[in-house]
């Protein structure tokens, strides 16, 4: 029997330093391998906001060896769903995609007091989407 074809998701913001990533890793953490989940960012950063790091890991989710990436034709041709927050038309479009735009707040240059809700925003909206595709 065939390997089962997994959905793939790309969650792509300007940084790929904050909520892309917390996206990632939180569907990647709920789905359980049932998903694909890649990120990346239009202009990304030199690494992770300190905050979102230290948000992820009050829930056991550890980012800190994640590299903010560039955002890659490829990976948006591999994907099912392509999540975008915030980078506008820096975004490519390709037709029979599905794509979503999550307004969120940009947790760039925010402690963790502010970040924190914008992670449970981020893992309410993972959770629906998870529950749509498996």
Wanted: charged share 25%; glycine share 6%.
């Amino acid at each position: 029997m065939p390997e089962p074809v997994l959905p793939t998701v790309l969650f792509v913001c300007v940084h790929n330093a904050g909520r892309s990533q917390m996206a990632a890793a939180l569907l990647d953490h709920h789905a359980a391998g049932r998903v694909r989940v890649l990120s990346a960012g239009s202009a990304p950063a030199d690494s992770l906001n300190p905050a979102v790091v230290e948000v992820m890991a009050e829930l056991g989710i550890d980012v800190s060896r994640e590299v903010p990436t560039l955002l890659a034709t490829e990976d948006v041709e591999a994907s099912d769903v392509v999540v975008t927050m915030g980078c506008g038309d820096a975004c490519p479009f390709y037709p029979g995609k599905r794509y979503e735009d999550w307004a969120l707040e940009d947790p760039a240059g925010q402690g963790p007091d502010s970040v924190r809700p914008i992670r449970d925003d981020i893992d309410q909206r993972v959770r629906a989407l998870l529950a749509d595709l498996v």
